[in-house]
């Protein structure tokens, strides 16, 4: 009797992965995180998927990616992972990164907050965060990847090394905020450890109540 084996997928075999989607009868994307029994294999096998290289998902922390709080950063972040669980990002400049949304169900964005020069991350409370895209696909500060649909990607370009702040304009306040650190030998931050199920239903509508602290 076979026992339940967990397949890890590399990032050079994991860009492109399909699975059967019995609810949708359709086909959809492995997430990042938790396992997935696939369609046809049998209930002995599980699959973890993990992100393919320069790849950044986004999903809400409650329905799946979970928050970090970090000691260096000193805020909670989360929403954003290049692996499993939300993370602080890190990339080398002129990294080109593909932006996966890898919710099912819910819209989301990514919107570059502030530039900052160091610790602390400090995220203003309400920020003006907006829904169209903004920034021809260059990462810097007012950058906006505009509305992402579920399962949808946007390719953009670091081409500037700083420290940013980022989140996502419907769930802000969802604890969707995260930093992106784009320099020489930069590495991603610890990962989050898995959230519970979600209690709530997440937000579609954009945090649009002005800067401040």
């Known amino acids: ?3 339940k084996h967990a397949i890890l997928f590399s ?3 994991a860009g492109a992965i399909l ?4 609810s949708h009868g359709g086909t959809a ?3 990042a995180g938790g396992p997935i029994a696939l369609s046809g294999f049998g209930s002995d096998v599980v699959v973890t998927a993990v992100l393919p290289k320069n790849t950044v998902g986004e999903e809400l922390p409650s329905a799946g990616l979970g928050t970090y709080t970090s000691k260096y950063w000193k805020a909670t972040l989360g929403g954003f992972t290049q692996t499993q669980y939300s993370q602080q990002l890190a990339f080398p400049p002129g990294t080109k990164i593909t932006l996966r949304n890898l919710s099912h169900t ?3 964005t990514l919107d570059v907050i502030a530039e900052i020069k160091h610790a602390p991350a400090k995220f203003p409370n309400n920020p003006n965060l907006k829904t169209s895209p903004w920034g021809k696909g260059i990462l810097a500060v007012g950058y906006r990847s ?3 649909k579920p399962n949808h990607t946007v390719t953009i370009t670091l081409s500037k090394a700083g420290t940013y702040l980022i ?3 419907f769930h802000y306040h969802e604890g969707m905020r995260d930093v992106i650190e784009v320099k020489t030998g930069a590495k991603p931050g610890q990962e989050a450890t898995p959230p519970p199920k979600p209690t ?3 937000s579609t509508k954009p945090t649009t109540t002005g800067y401040g602290e």
């Open 1 to 3: 009797m076979l026992k």
């Open 106 to 108: 819910t819209p989301h």
């Open 11 to 13: 990032a050079l075999v």
């Open 29 to 31: 994307f492995v997430p």
């Open 146 to 148: 505009g509305i992402l």
């Open 167 to 169: 989140g996502c304009a």
């Open 19 to 22: 699975v059967a989607c019995a």
């Open 200 to 202: 709530t239903s997440p």
